[in-house]
């Protein structure tokens, strides 16, 4: 790994910001988001994983959004625009679940608060504000001047996926884009202040963990959405027909979580014409994560050396077949472009000798989930005693259930070993999150993360996704489910395995 504190041993926490506290119906990049910095600060972590930051799509998976460069509206804080002058604070005083996310009434209601914050912008900045934010859109005008017009296009002929456009739209005929540029100049605008906001907001916190020791992994789903500005601006690099429509779309056949697999839905990219301009769309999306994180995690890495065509008739992904990705040939240009890649590979699920010796070719750290490792025998790779020191392991991640539920529900045979292993008492199984934690830390893995769920001890009514259904990425905590004495347990343990100095706290 590149940098030399990844080269070190250190411990995190995967928690998404809209699962933080917060008055306004999600977490959000507003104070809560600092407060989490402090509290993983004063527990001796120096690692804050999200995921994805980008627009959530269909189902609000973070997984599936309108723009692999641009960031979640519904993560700019409200606050902020309110000291700005820009809203006022109180339109703002509504009453929301703060366990749960209402995205059927948040979404229209945070959209309005933006759009009348852009009003306050147009009434009432300064020259050096415009000035700011016309600077800022210029500097990223490679992706913006597709989204911002892609979402102007989105709210005028939704709900037409954009292939249902005006043909000189959705084939974008030179004559027809300057017309609407044009046409929705005000409605672009807009969409490029959420951006600059974002941005702003997100730069801001960065910087501030990195005052705290905290670093910040990011997230980058390998595949983007079909009804998304990246598909709609460069077609050509996706498997598509005539009419743009998907011939064969993304997924993974079964699985442990699935008897049908898998059916994403994403459209399949072409790789023959990427590599034709040496992976230039994929060096700009890296480099763009890498602005936003320090270190990011590529979800489905296995599809990067075959992955799982499905034809986009099909209801579900039984009936698909394996085939080649780039291999190292990506990398190898993502490195020519922009030097040694700080990148955690997720390395989950059916993985093939090819697999494995491509991400130990490039030097980047696999996964292991603690909560896989205990359905076989003392052989299995998820245990601790069989990791390699490159490795970055998890309690669980977003896709699996919270330590406690995962205990409950699990096999008796996955049981009665993890108690022997964990030293859990098999009828006692409430201390098992920070058995498994411990577990985790004290391993010889390089990177060891947890869910915040699981430092909480919280039951599986807290998981934030289950693979295949609906209804999911809402959870959220409160902070008086934060005991006090959580983050110096947490702290205890970090540092005694050489996850972080004994001089940073008090033993």
């Known amino acids: 790994m590149a940098d030399s504190w990844m080269a070190q041993r250190a411990a995190g926490v995967v928690l998404h910001p809209t699962s933080l506290p917060g008055p306004h119906g999600a977490g959000d990049f507003g104070p809560n988001a600092y407060y989490f910095v402090d509290w993983l600060h004063t527990a001796g972590q120096t690692l804050w994983q999200t995921l994805p930051l980008g627009p959530v799509g269909p189902g609000y998976s973070p997984y ?25 604070a109180a339109s703002l005083q509504t009453s929301w679940d703060d366990e749960r996310i209402d995205y059927t009434a948040l979404v229209p209601w945070r959209m309005q608060q933006l759009r009348t ?13 415009r000035t700011e934010l016309a600077a800022w859109a210029q500097t990223q005008h490679a992706w913006l001047d597709d989204y911002t017009l892609f979402m102007a296009l989105d709210q005028a002929y939704s709900p037409a996926l954009w292939p249902q456009w005006p043909q000189g739209l959705a084939q974008r005929i030179p004559a ?23 941005e702003l907001q997100w730069q801001a916190i960065k910087t501030y ?11 980058l789903p390998i595949f983007v959405a079909h009804h998304s500005a990246d598909c709609w601006a460069r077609p050509d690099l996706y498997e598509l027909d005539a009419q743009g429509q998907p011939r064969v779309i993304a997924g993974v ?35 763009r994560q890498l602005h936003l994180a320090d270190v990011v995690r590529i979800d489905h890495f296995r599809g990067f050396v075959d992955y799982w065509e499905i034809p986009a008739d099909e209801p579900t992904a039984v009936k698909g077949r394996w085939q080649p990705g780039p291999g190292a040939a990506l990398f190898t240009a993502l490195a020519q472009a922009l030097g040694d890649l700080p990148i955690i590979a997720e390395d989950l699920g059916i993985i093939t000798p090819a697999v494995t010796a491509l991400r130990e070719h ?3 750290p696999g996964m292991r989930v603690l909560q896989f490792a ?31 539920g995962w205990w409950t529900s699990c096999t008796a045979h996955e049981r009665a070993f993890a108690a022997q292993y964990l030293g859990v008492q098999e009828g006692q199984g409430m201390d098992v999150h920070w058995a498994m934690l411990r577990a985790a830390s004290f391993s010889v893995a390089r990177l060891a993360l947890c869910q915040f769920q699981d430092v909480l001890g919280l039951d599986g009514q807290h998981r934030m996704n289950t693979p295949g259904t609906m209804g999911c990425w ?12 959580v983050a110096p347990q947490l702290a205890r343990i970090t540092a005694a395995s050489g996850r972080v100095g004994f001089d940073r706290l008090a033993l």
């Open 209 to 219: 963990a990195h005052s705290q020791g905290v670093r910040l992994v990011g997230d």
């Open 176 to 198: 027809d884009m300057a017309a609407a540029r044009q046409q929705h100049a005000p409605e672009i605008a807009f969409w490029s202040f959420v951006q600059w906001q974002f």
């Open 374 to 404: 205990f359905s076989g025998d003392a052989s299995n790779a998820f245990l601790p005693h069989n990791f390699e020191p490159n490795t970055v392991v998890y309690t669980g991640t977003h896709d699996n259930d919270t330590v406690p």
């Open 117 to 129: 914050a852009f009003a306050g912008f147009q009434r009432l900045a300064s020259e050096q504000e």
């Open 253 to 287: 056949p079964p699985d442990f979580f699935s008897e049908t697999g898998q059916r994403w839905g994403n459209p399949l990219y072409n790789w023959t014409a990427m590599a034709q301009d040496g992976y230039r769309w994929w060096i700009e999306r890296v480099r």
């Open 362 to 364: 490039i030097g980047f």
């Open 474 to 485: 809402s959870w959220r905590f409160k902070w008086d489910w934060v005991g006090p004495q």
């Open 64 to 88: 599936m959004g309108s723009s692999a460069f641009a960031g979640n509206p519904l993560l700019v804080a409200l606050e902020p625009l309110t000291q700005r002058g820009w809203l006022d």
